[in-house]
């Protein structure tokens, strides 16, 4: 809009500092900076919300799944009942490895250290692709938490250019003309800030419950990689 008109449109008429009604009244380059963080907002709430559930449904799995695993029963019967659909990243990285073991040795292996290599590397890769899962879209809450202020204080200034433009082409310096353009580049801030914060947050948060799952799951990998190299040893 041509900044005389904005100033002569802020003259004749009242200015409603709704926020609808400041979003309606924003240039088009801060309304665009204004629907790119909703919609980032949006969308970090959206991961927010996915990886809180995910993250507690893999934990009650990991529980249930150590439950069965150290309770005595047959590492092959579980082996069995889990190769098809492994129920949990846990349960991954059992049937990755004991698929291994039992090819190796159906296959006629000679080599316990080199068994053991495959078996280990196994874990490794199915580890990195258990933790690639847990730790994607992550990323983007970072982005949106580092970003999102800078995004928003870009509209703001873009905003405060076009509030003095019109102020200049007005000829008046009257708070009926300078607050709603103020308050206009204000809010873009305002949702940088509302987008930002609780993307810092969570992704602190969930960063540090995706690394206490893989650090728990590096752990099981370790103890169970003991028992295959104990059954190599007694089979060699």
């Not at 041509?2 to 200015?15: C, E, F, I, T």
């Not at 400041?22 to 959206?46: E, R």
């Not at 353009?181 to 914060?197: F, K, V, W």
């Not at 993307?199 to 690394?211: C, D, Q, T």
Request: glycine residues 6%.
């Amino acid at each position: 809009m041509n900044p005389v008109d904005v100033g002569q449109a802020a003259l004749d008429a009242p200015a409603s500092l709704s926020l609808i009604s400041l979003f309606w009244q924003a240039h088009i380059v801060v309304k665009l900076v204004m629907l790119g963080l909703i919609v980032s907002s949006i969308w970090s709430w959206a991961i927010i919300i996915d990886k809180v559930l995910l993250f507690g449904r893999i934990r009650r799995q990991m529980d249930r799944f150590e439950k069965v695993f150290w309770s005595g029963q047959s590492l092959e019967e579980l082996y069995r009942s889990l190769s098809n659909r492994p129920a949990s990243s846990m349960a991954a990285l059992f049937v990755a490895a004991m698929r291994e073991w039992k090819r190796s040795f159906e296959a006629g292996a000679k080599s316990p250290i080199g068994l053991q290599m495959r078996i280990d590397r196994v874990l490794d890769v199915t580890l990195a692709r258990e933790s690639e899962r847990m730790e994607s879209r992550l990323l983007f809450l970072a982005t949106v938490g580092s970003a999102g202020p800078f995004i928003g204080l870009f509209g703001t200034v873009w905003g405060i250019m076009s509030s003095f433009q019109a102020i200049a082409a007005s000829k008046n310096t009257s708070l009926a003309v300078v607050a709603p353009g103020i308050a206009e580049a204000l809010m873009a801030t305002a949702l940088g800030l509302l987008a930002a914060i609780p993307a810092v947050i969570a992704y602190n948060k969930l960063a540090s419950s995706a690394g206490q799952i893989s650090s728990r799951l590096e752990g099981f990998a370790d103890e169970f990689s003991a028992i295959l190299s104990r059954q190599i040893d007694e089979r060699a």
